[in-house]
């Protein structure tokens, strides 16, 4: 059972590092592209963001268009601020990495838990020898 435990932390973790990853590349593109006075273009260039090769191998491109029009979305919602804009959303990408950080420890804390609590409930049973 401790095994399976382990199995499924590393499976979260493999995916919520693989999300966040892909999230900040995304929003480093994003930025990049704002800040470089092409803000009316980002709708535009939706599709044009370069999908890492390593990427598409773990990720469907369907699914990277999704986020990227979210964030655009999200960009038309903050509105027209030019470069100002890109510098504030630059920042989205360390703190994503904090909040990745965060939620890796209470993973962690959680499976350590879980490990501990399987341990103590699942004791062997020892079997009382018979006096013959």
């Known amino acids: ?26 929003t480093g593109w994003l930025a990049a592209t704002v800040a470089s006075d092409q803000a009316g273009a980002v709708v535009s260039n939706v599709g044009q963001w370069p999908m890492p090769a390593w990427l598409s191998l773990f990720v469907d491109p369907a699914w990277v268009q999704e986020i990227q029009a979210a964030w655009v979305e999200v960009l038309g919602w903050l509105g027209q601020s030019g470069p100002a804009i890109g510098g504030m959303v630059s920042w989205f990408i360390p703190l994503m990495w904090v909040v990745w950080g965060l939620v890796m420890l209470l993973i962690l804390v959680a499976t350590i ?16 020898h018979s006096a013959p």
């Open 1 to 26: 059972m401790k095994i399976a435990l382990w199995i499924t932390f590393t499976i979260i973790t493999i995916l919520w590092t693989g999300t966040v990853l892909v999230f900040s590349q995304l």
């Open 113 to 128: 838990a879980g490990h501990f609590v399987v341990g103590r409930f699942s004791r062997p049973i020892k079997l009382a």
